[in-house]
């Protein structure tokens, strides 16, 4: 694959504060690349960078072969972007801030209507077209500013945290159509803060914090870096709480966190440690009633490089916030490991 994007040395500084501290990186032509950090990462500015929005304070950018710094316009036209703050009009009409942006983008008159409604069907609008967007929702006004983003048909794309906040209708739809264009050949290029979204969309990832790059890889080569966050996991009976603490002296076991009614054991080789269990059990006239190893998230990963607890901030709900929740625990517990 060849390179959509390049950047070298990458640099911004806002006063005397140091947002994007030289990194260096490509995205590959036709994939989906990620850029997952906590807040304050420096993943907008760098974003904005990209976009030609912001000029670099030092380093290049090169699109598609061209220096953004010295020749933009090429494919400034082939770049679509979704920005963090919504860019939607909201007294004109879902109908008429397409048509004000095809006609920005200089998408041929003839085109305009057809493309327009192709995008408001996909995103579930065409009923609302004549609808001034004041009047839309938090997702509705998300799933046009990308039907806006669209509309001149870019080839690489640029999605700014798109999905927080919003309705898990709108947030499916999103996600879905980032796969349907991939698929289609759009090369995307993802920020976020949301490990999951990074996990389910991106075939790499770069962990970007206090403005730098502190590792990129698939996600799953990322998981298996950090190994030794795996875990058994193991309830037993009768009476299994009693238990923690020998269970926490086995070989191998590196932490020892109670998860409800079970006992997660940390460690490097839990096929190892599988029998150990199993025969601790027998020698207490114990039952394992569930066992199952666990290999480590992306969210592990996250954790693991940059101390923090994304999206802790927001009002996140479901799945996200539970997996911290434990998270938080066994880190209460001192199950950092070693550092990289
Ligand atoms: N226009 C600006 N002026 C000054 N500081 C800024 C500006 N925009 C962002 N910053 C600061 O730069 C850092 C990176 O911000 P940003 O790129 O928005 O991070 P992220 O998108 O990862 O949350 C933060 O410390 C933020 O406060
Ligand atoms: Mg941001």
């Given at each position: 694959?060849s ?7 990458l640099?911004k500084?806002?006063?005397?504060l ?8 490509e ?7 990620g850029?997952?950090?906590p807040?304050g ?6 974003q904005?960078?990209?976009t030609?929005?912001?000029e ?12 953004l ?7 400034k036209?082939r ?7 919504s860019?939607?009009?909201t007294?004109l009409t879902?109908?008429a801030?397409?048509m ?9 008159q003839?085109?305009?209507?057809v ?7 996909t ?14 929702s938090?997702?509705m006004?998300r ?8 509309i ?8 700014d945290?798109p ?7 709108s ?14 050949g759009t090369?995307i290029f ?21 403005g730098?790059?502190a ?8 998981k298996?870096?950090?190994r ?12 299994g709480?009693?238990?923690?603490q020998?269970l ?11 998860m ?7 460690t490097?080789d839990p ?11 027998e020698?207490h006239?114990?039952?394992a009633?569930?066992l199952?190893?666990?290999?480590p ?23 996200g916030s539970?997996?911290q929740?434990a998270r938080?625990?066994m ?10």
């Open positions: 694959m390179d959509a994007i390049k950047v070298d040395n640099t500084y806002y006063g005397d140091l947002a994007v501290d030289h990194i260096s990186f995205v590959r032509d036709g994939e989906v690349f850029f997952l950090g807040n990462a420096g993943k907008t500015t760098t904005r960078m990209l030609t929005l912001l670099p304070t030092e380093g290049h950018i090169i699109i598609h072969g061209h220096d710094a010295h020749d933009p316009y090429p494919v036209r770049m679509g972007l979704v920005p963090e703050e860019n939607v009009y007294e879902a109908w801030n397409l004000f942006t095809a006609t920005l983008y200089r998408v041929p003839a085109e305009r209507a493309r327009a409604q192709e995008l408001l069907e995103f579930g609008l065409w009923e609302k077209r004549d609808v001034k967007v004041e009047n839309f938090k997702g006004r799933r046009l500013s990308i039907a806006m983003a669209l001149h048909r870019p080839t690489l794309f640029f999605l945290e999905t927080p906040g919003l309705d898990a209708q947030t499916r739809a999103i996600r879905d159509l980032v796969r349907k264009l991939n698929a289609e090369t993802l920020t976020t803060h949301q490990i999951e979204e990074a996990n389910q969309l991106c075939d790499r990832v770069a962990i970007i914090d206090h730098r790059i590792a990129i890889d698939t996600p799953e080569r990322l298996a870096a950090f030794r966050v795996q875990s058994v996991e193991v309830a037993l009976q009768p009476d709480q009693a238990h923690g020998a926490g002296e086995l070989p191998g076991v590196t932490t020892v966190v109670k409800g009614d079970k006992w997660r054991l940390y490097e096929s190892a440690l599988l029998p150990l269990v199993m025969r601790y059990a020698d006239g114990l039952r009633v569930s199952c190893t666990l290999g998230s992306l969210e592990d990963v996250f954790l693991e490089i940059t101390g923090q607890q994304v999206g802790a901030v927001r009002h996140e709900t479901g799945e539970r997996k929740g938080g625990r880190r209460g517990a001192g199950g950092r490991g070693g550092q990289r």
